[in-house]
């Protein structure tokens, strides 16, 4: 378990299924239950309390959950002042992330733009709508993540694809809690289609 200060009204709770069990809780049903009146949250308010000063009495509590595919469980909690105690409102969803998604990391803006530059000047023929729907561009530690999701495996190029973004970035261990990890707390830079984008406004 891990919980994380994100604001002074907000934070972020990583629960595994190893804790789950020990409560006797089945993560496939957690969007069905009353949490907010279980033992197992109540003893994670607490817990919030004493690790990162998360004083949730008397507020009105917002609470946001999905599971990701690796079976973690993640709550975030943002809390909103009230003069008299309410009762917690719960707000849940699944979120289900593609399996066919890959990060790269380029250490600077400028091997990004040489990266869009090759895929312009190569001889395959890169539609970027074919080897991935959606693509983003994220700025994280100073680093830049360009995030391709619904990847077209069995496009003809991909086998180029991969060999020609090695050359300028790191190809990243994706997990789930990475990309919601961009989604918190990097910096978009291109919103979709980075590559043909890239291509266009900065080769």
Do not use: W
Request: charged share 25%; hydrophobic share 35%.
């Amino acid at each position: 378990m891990k919980i994380e200060k994100l604001t002074e009204n907000k934070i972020r709770i990583i629960v595994d299924s190893y804790d789950l069990e020990k409560n006797n809780l089945n993560i496939n049903k957690i969007p069905t239950i009353a949490l907010e009146k279980h033992t197992f949250f109540i003893n994670l308010l607490e817990k919030a309390k004493n690790e990162v000063g998360f004083e949730s009495s008397g507020c009105k509590l917002l609470i946001e959950s999905f599971i990701t595919d690796d079976n973690f469980l993640v709550f975030t909690l943002t809390k909103y002042s009230s003069q008299e105690k309410k009762r917690p409102i719960a707000k849940r969803k699944q979120v289900l992330i593609s399996n066919n998604t890959a990060v790269y990391g380029f250490e600077t803006l400028n091997n990004f733009i040489d990266f869009c530059n090759c895929i312009k000047n190569s001889k395959s023929d890169f539609k970027q709508n074919i080897i991935s729907i959606k693509s983003y561009l994220y700025c994280y530690n100073n680093t830049y993540f360009l995030l391709l999701k619904d990847i077209n495996n069995s496009c003809k190029n991909i086998k180029n694809f991969n060999s020609l973004v090695s050359e300028f970035a790191n190809n990243i261990s994706y997990s789930n809690l990475f990309e919601y990890k961009l989604l918190e707390y990097g910096d978009i830079i291109i919103k979709n289609n980075a590559i043909e984008k890239g291509i266009k406004y900065l080769v």
